[in-house]
Structures are given as C-alpha cells and as structure tokens.
C-alpha cells in the first residue's frame, strides 16, 4: 500500500563535486546539500592549488619575479603580466612608450578573445553540447599560435617588461593579426546561429542562477558576472589604463542577471575585443618599445594599487615597496575569488542537473583563485 505524502520520511543526502571532477574546471571541491534533486545548502572548498605566489614576491627580486604572474591565470597570462608591471611602474614612476602600450593592447585583446573560447567551448560541454566545444578551440589554436610567434609561448608568455614589452612585433605578425579578424568575426557568428536561440541550451540556462546588480557589487563581483546584473563597470573605460584611454567606451551589460546573459556578455566582449583590436593595429606605429629602466630595479617606499579589467573580472596588485629590490608586500586581487564567493546563493533552490551549467557560467581559474 503507498504511504501517505505525510508519512514518506525526506533525509537531507550530501553530494561530493570534486576536486578532480570535470564539471569543476580544476582542482575546486563542492559539497551540495539536496533535498530530493534539490539544492538546500553548498559548501565550497579552495585551495588545493596554492602555490605561495604573494610570498614569492618577498623572495625574488623585481626583475626576477616577472615570469612568475604568467601562472595565476595561466589561460589569461597577459593580463597577469599587467596587473604586475603596471603596479611596478606606478611605483617606480615610469611610463611605457606608445607603440608598447599599443602592443600591450593587441596581446591583451588576443588573450582575452581566447580565454573566452575556451570559456564557451567548455560551458557548453558542460550543458551538453560537444560540436562548439571543438570549433572553439579550432579558433582558439589560430590564437594560440599568433600569440606564440610573437612572443614563442602558448600559454606563460613573460613578454611584459617594466617600461615596455620583450621585444618588437614584425609587420608580417601584425599583418597576420589584422587578417584573421574577419575570420573570427565569421566564425563568432556561427556560434551564434547555432546557441543563441537554441531551445534545448535556452531551457538549460535561461532563469537560473539570477543575481540583481545590487547583490552583484555587495558580493564584489567584477567582469562579466557582473556586467551582466546589469552594472556598467570595465576599468578598461572606467579607470584607463594603457593604450584604453584613448578609445571610445564599449562596455556591454544584461539586465537579465542569470546564467543565459553571463552567456551573451561574454558573447557579445568576444566581438568587442576583435573591433578593438582593429582600432590598435590602426593606431600601431614607429618608435621605441622600452623606456629607460635601471638594470637594478628597486621598488621605493611607497605603495600603490594597479588594476586591470581581465577576462574574468577585475585583477589587481597592491605593491608595497621598500627601497629594495625585493617587494615589502605583494597582494593580488583575483576575480575569480571574489566570483565564486556568490555561489551559494546562485545555487540555492535549483535542481542538481542546474548545478554544473551555474558554475561554469562564474567562469573560474583555480590557479588564481588559490594562487
């Protein structure tokens, strides 16, 4: 006989996420609390790639630590490399020249154009789409490979230098760069064809894991988790930096704050990010890549804050100097620590299948959330 709905006894079950699991993008641990198939309570558990890079910064000198932010978001190096130099020059008073800024700009924008096809191949593997995942990562090796001729690297590229970068990028490089954008633009509009108004992903995305603008900046959330609540914040335009402050602002936002418009802002910075590197190569010319540095760089007693807008968020330094060669303190400012901070609260209430498609939507890197 089938008991009555009063008498069926529900026990809470605790469901173990990682920290080797797919779904968890690295190495990231995620306890959920269900009821049923729902989820009533989520503990997130850091750290297990940390690697001690703010202390490292105590133990090598200026000069010997510039490989080492290439490792905190390994799929984003660039902005790593600017979030240090920048704080570095800020301190020690020096100004990059122009054609190096403009260089800075074009690898910036290469990076963050394939950091969010990894992104987007890899989220819609977790929904369940696998044709995207390898057309992503088809245009992300075009990527990969420009940015490896120019500075012989796929991925830590050490090509930032206080006071400028490396060295020169050839014509021939430049005019590579400037080729492939119509490519890409043609491919990003595949992609778009085939998600946008896909019913299966739209019923997979659309209404979960919804935060208001107002949360998002109490939680601190930066980047498109937080352009897509609808608040208009890229320090690319809102604190220049470089080569930004001389181009018009395009900041895409979503009112819409759930996973689907997490979807369409970083869709839509993907398209961003190809015009502006039009305008850079436009604005590319002649002259020196270096300022005048000390061969002995010593940080003074001072300190400052440096930050830049990544493909994730807002990455910042604070760089508290000495009058040494060795940083006093160094603290970095992860946005992917300050993303995932919120995740409870987008997960909260949704079923367990809903779980995956929300955390991949934060779009984290472990190496820079536990540095």
């Known amino acids: ?39 009533v309570g989520v503990t997130p558990y850091m750290g297990y790639l940390h690697r001690g890079f703010e202390k490292l910064a105590e133990r090598r000198t200026a000069i010997q630590y510039q490989p080492y932010p290439d490792r ?17 020059e800020a301190l020690l008073g020096i100004e990059a020249p122009r054609r190096a800024q403009v260089l800075r700009g074009i690898v910036m924008e ?8 990894l992104w987007l191949g890899t989220f819609l593997l977790d929904v369940g789409a696998l044709s995207p995942f390898l057309y992503t990562f088809r245009e992300r090796e075009m990527v990969l490979d420009l940015l490896m001729e ?48 896909n019913e299966i992903f739209r019923r997979r995305v659309e209404h979960i894991g919804i935060i208001d603008g107002t949360h998002a900046l109490h939680y601190g959330l930066s980047g498109p988790m937080l352009r897509a609540s ?11 930096y470089g080569i930004y402050a001389e181009i018009p602002p395009r900041i895409i936002t979503d009112l819409a ?42 940080f003074p007693k001072q300190e400052t804050y440096f930050a830049v807008e990544g493909p994730r968020g807002e990455l910042g330094v604070y760089l508290v100097g000495n009058g040494t060669a060795y940083a006093q303190r160094m603290k970095i400012r992860p946005p992917s ?10 997960l909260i209430g949704h079923m367990v299948s809903d779980a995956v498609a929300i955390l991949g939507s934060i779009d984290i890197v472990l190496g820079e959330v536990d540095r």
């Open 337 to 346: 620590l300050f993303n995932l901070q919120v995740l409870s609260q987008l």
């Open 72 to 88: 905190w978001d390994y799929l984003a190096a660039m902005f790593d490399e600017m979030a240090y130099i920048g704080a570095g």
């Open 150 to 197: 120019l500075t012989g690297a796929r991925l830590t590229y050490a090509y930032m230098r206080f006071g400028g970068v490396h060295h020169d990028a050839e014509d021939v490089w430049l005019k590579k760069v400037r080729a492939g954008i119509p490519y890409f633009r043609q491919r990003l509009s595949e992609y778009r064809t085939l998600i946008d108004d």
């Open 110 to 117: 290469l990076n963050r154009f394939a950091s969010h096809l």
């Open 257 to 298: 704050g759930d996973t689907y418009a997490r979807y369409k802002v970083r869709v839509e910075e993907m398209a961003v990010s190809l015009d502006l590197l039009e305008i850079f190569l436009d604005l590319v010319e002649s002259g020196p890549i270096m300022a005048s540095v000390p061969k002995v760089v010593k």
């Open 230 to 240: 609808g608040v208009p914040w890229d320090l690319r335009w809102k604190r220049p």
């Open 1 to 39: 006989m089938t008991p009555n709905r009063e008498e069926i006894v529900q026990e809470e079950l605790m469901l173990n996420l990682g920290p080797q699991h797919p779904s968890t993008h690295g190495v990231f641990r995620m306890v959920l609390d269900l009821q049923g198939e729902t989820i």
